[in-house]
């Protein structure tokens, strides 16, 4: 496929976890009964005749376009990719026909070269090919921002790269609490609409669509500025009776809206059948969709497919059945939603979550997964995975599809540009090395006294040790950032560092200073900064003390250059009331240049990089100490 062309045409115990696993190899019952229905509940049924949907539910693929090689004791596979998804799409569509419907719950675009290079249209093709019904918009939708090298300076259209991509698809959009802050309407995205009917049959099936409301914070500020993101749980039941009037027989939220169920350590995830009795972990009672979730009546909604936390999620939330299937495009779930053909009422009852089902070119022999966590003995073999009896093997034209793409990025992507002598790890929430030589990269760039980066512009979670290319380090900040400049008080750098380590958005990477800080496992205190009435995650405060790197405390009068990316500057992650604190004369920015450019020039100078007597981070010289309060 070339892009020349305009478009293609739980804490579970094992032994329960193997109770209610079933085999892909094993063919489904009557395909309008849900499986995992047992005799009994079939009985009780009596002559009612029941129609079923099928909903295959994806979300934050964020521009995974190419499997990932994995081997575990000399076994090698793919795990992910467009071309094995669709493979495992169109088996589907063979078993389903009309009644399958494919869901994404956004974030699509954002993530890879192989999808940035071209702003998205590269998976927008893709997901056309595959034939995806119906999708969402993510946070990540308003990344890309103008189209091309166009600027906002340059009179660009700060959604003109999105635009482009939803009028591109061949598939609807659905969104229903975004909305233009003058008119108080859906703006005037093409192929978009609150909310939809599909027909399956005589069955319909109703869609609407929610975004984070976190999503001015959390893409660049700048491009949704005439934008708002409406409550979640009202917009939720007025869409609901809006398309129960409509004649919606069922209605599904697509919900850009996260959620965390924890799962045990070592979960193996593999398909099993859910209903809503079997036993499985809590969802975070704070969770953004568990807190709105909770304020909408039972019955209102008869699914939810949620992503942006990129969890694996198959439970029950205040009576509704919520899915969710990771990230990257490496699981996928069906959920099987019944009605009564005579009253037209939905069946809770007979409500079914299959999965996760994981997307592999091969699977573990006489398993049903690909996945080496929670294996009890060695594998002997791999083979072509099997789906409700059928064994599927990669569909040639969707491989070619994605193997024009890599094509197109090969050159680009494989470029070495420096070496790791150990390996840099990056985690959100704790100490990371990776984060600390990305700010040093930023400090030496800028010649600044102080640098951080956000500990969520960093996606990659570890660079191993051997050669750096161009392909990872875009893969680790996969937002085209530049690098603004700040001129502050001692005073204003506290408080900087106290909102960007207050743990709402986990903890940045830093150069040039020492914290000590309220450990994150511990509650902090915090006091109403923004005048809205009430204390948020980014008002505690966890900052005890902040010393240069000499060991001398940083005094209020005291003045310092500090670089950090322009999404900060521009009030990302809860930064835009210090912000409109600082005069627009002490602030340079884009004054820094490109931060991907920066990071690579870096990378060059001090490659072989994290070397044994020059590590990135030492815990005898810790940049961060965390504390008990």
């Known amino acids: ?361 091969q699977y573990f022999k006489g398993t049903s997964h690909c996945d080496p966590k929670g294996l009890k003995k060695r594998m002997t073999g791999l083979d072509h995975p099997k789906l409700h009896g059928k064994t599927l093997e990669t569909d040639p034209s969707f491989l070619e599809d994605v193997q024009s793409v890599e094509a197109e990025v090969e050159t680009v992507k494989s470029r070495v540009i420096g070496r790791v002598a150990r390996p840099l790890r990056h985690k959100r929430k704790a100490v990371s090395p990776l984060g600390y030589f990305l700010a040093d990269a930023i400090r030496h760039h800028t010649n600044a006294d102080v640098a951080l980066i956000n500990s969520g512009g960093i996606r990659k979670k570890v660079w191993r040790k051997g050669p750096v290319t161009y392909g990872t380090l875009y893969e680790t900040l996969p937002f085209d950032n530049s690098i603004s400049i700040l001129d502050l008080s001692g005073f204003e750098l506290k408080q900087l560092l106290q909102i960007t380590h207050s743990g709402a958005h986990g903890l940045h990477g830093i150069s040039g200073v020492k914290l000590s800080l309220i450990d994150l496992a511990y509650s902090a205190p915090g006091r109403d900064m923004d005048g809205n009435g009430r204390v948020d995650g980014w008002e505690r405060n966890r900052l005890r003390q902040v010393r240069l790197e000499n060991g001398r405390r940083v005094a209020d009068v005291d003045r310092f250059r500090v670089a950090l990316p322009d999404f900060l500057v521009e009030g990302g992650d809860h930064l835009g009331w210090f912000m409109k604190r600082i005069p627009s004369n002490r602030i340079r920015k884009h004054g820094g240049g490109a931060l991907r450019k920066a990071v690579e020039d870096y990378i060059a100078l001090r490659s072989p990089l994290n070397r044994l007597n020059q590590p990135v981070y030492s815990s005898s010289r810790p940049r961060v100490t965390l504390t008990v309060p």
């Open 1 to 361: 496929m070339s892009l020349l062309k305009p478009h293609l045409k739980i804490h579970l115990p094992a032994i329960f976890a193997l109770f209610f696993t079933i085999s892909c190899a094993t063919p489904l019952p009557d395909p309008k009964i849900p499986p995992g229905v047992s005799p009994d509940e079939i009985e009780r049924l009596g002559d009612r005749k029941i129609e079923t949907v099928v909903l295959l539910t994806l979300n934050d693929l964020h521009g995974a376009i190419s499997s990932k090689e994995k081997k575990h004791r000399g076994l090698r596979w793919k795990k992910g990719g467009l071309a094995q998804l669709g493979t495992f799409v169109q088996s589907l569509r063979d078993e389903f026909g009309r009644r399958l419907i494919v869901v994404d719950a956004g974030d699509q675009w954002q993530g890879t070269l192989e999808s940035n290079l071209f702003e998205g249209r590269s998976i927008v093709d893709l997901y056309n090919s595959i034939g995806v019904n119906i999708a969402t918009i993510g946070n990540h939708e308003f990344d890309f921002g103008p189209i091309g090298t166009t600027t906002l300076e340059d009179g660009g259209h700060p959604r003109g790269a999105l635009i482009r991509n939803l009028g591109d698809s061949d598939f609807p959009f659905v969104a229903a609490n975004i909305k233009t802050k003058e008119e108080e309407r859906l703006p005037s995205f093409p192929n978009t609409t609150e909310n939809t009917i599909i027909e399956v049959g005589k069955l319909k099936v109703g869609f609407f669509g929610l975004t984070t409301t976190s999503t001015s914070v959390t893409t660049r500020p700048d491009f949704v500025s005439d934008l708002k993101f409406t409550d979640l749980s009202q917009t939720a039941i007025e869409q609901a009776n809006l398309l129960r009037k409509k004649g919606a027989d069922l209605v599904v939220a697509i919900a850009h809206v996260g959620l965390e169920c924890p799962t045990s350590r070592g979960i193996l995830f593999q398909p099993a059948i859910w209903k809503k009795k079997t036993p499985q972990s809590q969802c975070h009672k704070r969770s953004e969709l568990v807190r709105e979730l909770r304020q909408i009546p039972k019955g209102t909604l008869d699914l939810v497919v949620s992503g942006h936390s990129h969890q694996i999620i198959h439970h029950w939330v205040n009576h509704t059945p919520v899915v969710q299937s990771g990230h990257s495009g490496e699981y996928f779930n069906l959920v099987y939603l019944a009605i009564d053909q005579k009253t037209r009422e939905p069946l809770p009852a007979l409500t079914r979550i299959e999965g996760p089902i994981p997307v592999c070119d």
